[in-house]
């Protein structure tokens, strides 16, 4: 019998081909944002008030992930650019996307055409965290319903999050939810990370959101 | 089985690194795999083993035993670099009290090495 060392990271297939992605996507100056959290945080709403808000100022691609249906692509519809739906049932991964499906979801957009493609993830805080696509900034929503712990609960999420929304606010009166605490918690795993506090459903903080968005954009355009 | 299964993807990069390892040292049998896996990491031995049964049939890696070495979770405090186990839902260090932590280790997935004949 011989022992072979081999000291190879599993999750670098995936990483490879998130690269890829992402040369790809700045050769034609494509921001993409991966946008994660729990079934029922917001991402679509989000998505959909951002799409509005941003409307003539950028270009805006949505890439949907779900397990199944397209009831989220027929809603964002007629305010994006393009949508591509993907249906992770029959992949190998069911709980989130990974860089493969976003690199035959490219082939389908009109890439020189965009100038932000926003991917709605499967609604999981697990899996998500680990794998990358090729994105640019990994944003995670976290509503105030699903409670002030999550940061702890599903710590690798949080880690790697180039920004946290705390969605909601609008529910603020009526739940138990330790803004301070949450922002501590999340602030400690991640220094940098930046944190929006926003209602898709009143647009209160929205403005603030897109405003990011826009300054992200063309920082990446200057410095390409 | 339709949520939360992202082991399958995992695992066929678990194959085919051990395939072309084995094939390297031109290896006739797969004896044994070992596998590191980070306890803050999502992925689940059982499940890896699942797939890996079926996934394996017909090459020289079925039969391999998949041997998993769990690593605990270390975290590192920010400010006095003190390393410590996260307690529960607790995260902030043991000596400084800080709550500024970063992950040390938990969080790893690969392949070690793999036994062949």
């Known amino acids: ?224 | 089985m339709l949520h939360q299964m992202h082991e399958l993807g995992v695992t066929e990069n678990i194959v085919n690194i051990t395939l072309a390892k084995a094939g390297e040292a031109q290896a006739n049998k797969v004896i044994q795999i070992n596998l590191v896996v980070g306890e803050l990491s999502g992925f689940v031995p059982d499940c890896i083993q699942f797939y890996f049964d079926t996934l394996s049939k017909d090459t020289i890696v079925q039969g391999a035993v998949l041997h998993f070495e769990s690593v605990p979770a270390q975290l590192r405090c920010r400010n006095c670099s003190t390393i410590f186990p996260p307690q529960d839902t607790l995260w902030s260090c043991p000596k400084c009290g800080g709550q500024s932590v970063e992950i040390f280790k938990g969080r790893e997935l690969y392949i070690e090495s793999v036994e062949v004949e």
């Open chain 1, 1 to 224: 019998m011989k022992k072979i060392e081999v000291i190879q990271n599993v999750l670098e297939a995936n990483e490879t081909i998130a690269s890829r992605n992402q040369q790809l996507l700045d050769k034609h100056k494509v921001f993409a944002i991966n946008i994660m959290s729990a079934p029922g945080a917001g991402k679509t709403s989000l998505i959909l008030q951002t799409l509005t808000r941003l409307k003539g100022r950028l270009n805006i691609a949505v890439i949907e992930g779900d397990v199944a249906s397209t009831v989220d692509a027929e809603k964002v519809q007629s305010e994006a650019k393009a949508v591509v739906q993907i249906n992770t049932r029959n992949m190998p991964e069911s709980c989130s996307l990974i860089a493969a499906m976003i690199e035959s979801a490219l082939k389908d957009m009109p890439l020189d055409n965009i100038d932000l493609i926003l991917i709605e993830n499967v609604g999981n805080l697990i899996c998500p965290a680990e794998f990358t696509l090729g994105e640019h900034k990994r944003v995670v929503i976290s509503s105030l319903p699903e409670g002030d712990d999550k940061p702890i609960k599903y710590p690798l999420i949080f880690i790697d999050a180039d920004a946290v929304i705390i969605n909601k606010m609008d529910l603020l009166p009526h739940v138990d939810f330790d803004i301070a605490a949450f922002r501590r918690s999340i602030v400690g795993l991640n220094p940098k990370v930046e944190v929006f506090q926003l209602s898709s459903k009143t647009g209160e903080g929205i403005e603030r959101w897109c405003s990011w968005i826009l300054e992200q954009v063309e920082t990446n355009v200057v410095n390409r």
